[in-house]
């Protein structure tokens, strides 16, 4: 590469560009096999779906004195999780692979267990317990794809960052039942 330049020979990049198009985004460039990432990434999007299922059930078996709130937040929760779903199996057919989403393998492909709990309390635990569970396997997802495929490595970034608002979520709703609090204000951050 010449002092000053960012690409030594357009006509070459034109050339590898119209080289393989079938494999859509995944180029040359690429330096990670795109079906293992693909296998990574489903895993990721197996975990979201079961957030998204346990979210949704304990959204609607709350029941107690905190019900709304909490239910609230699971429902909140829920849906921020579907969009980490989506956004996943986007960047999988990006790869050139298709999204797992196979009902009869999921819990077992998930990192996150589904536990349903027996009240409010157990309820809010489980799903801090997911939380932590997705943000040591998202920051592992991370070190894996490295600076090898800054696109996937990105999503996770962000979704990591929602995960870990999530699991402070669950603190400060555990926090304030505890202390009996219903005035809205959770513990100092």
Not at 48 to 74: Q, S, T
Not at 85 to 108: F, K, S, V, W, Y
Not at 127 to 146: D, H, K, Q
């Amino acid at each position: 590469m010449a002092t000053g330049t960012f690409l030594t020979d357009v006509k070459e990049l034109r050339r590898r560009a119209r080289q393989n198009m079938e494999r859509g985004a995944v180029t040359e460039s690429y330096e990670l096999d795109p079906k293992k990432v693909v296998d990574v990434l489903n895993a990721a999007l197996a975990t979201e779906i079961v957030c998204v299922l346990r979210y949704k059930r304990h959204f609607f078996a709350a029941k107690g004195l905190n019900k709304d709130a909490v239910a609230a937040e699971f429902l909140q929760h829920a849906n921020e999780e579907q969009g980490h779903a989506d956004r996943i199996a986007e960047r999988i057919t990006q790869l050139g692979g298709e999204p797992d989403l196979n009902p009869a393998t999921l819990t077992a492909r998930s990192h996150s267990e589904y536990v349903e709990g027996d009240d409010l309390i157990s309820m809010i635990k489980e799903n801090l317990v997911a939380e932590r569970i997705a943000i040591e396997s998202y920051t592992e997802i991370i070190r894996f794809l490295g600076n090898k495929d800054v696109t996937s490595r990105r999503l996770i970034e962000e979704i990591l960052g929602n995960e870990e608002e999530h699991a402070n979520d669950m603190l400060d709703l555990i926090e304030k039942i505890a202390d009996g609090s219903s005035n809205g204000k959770g513990r100092d951050r």
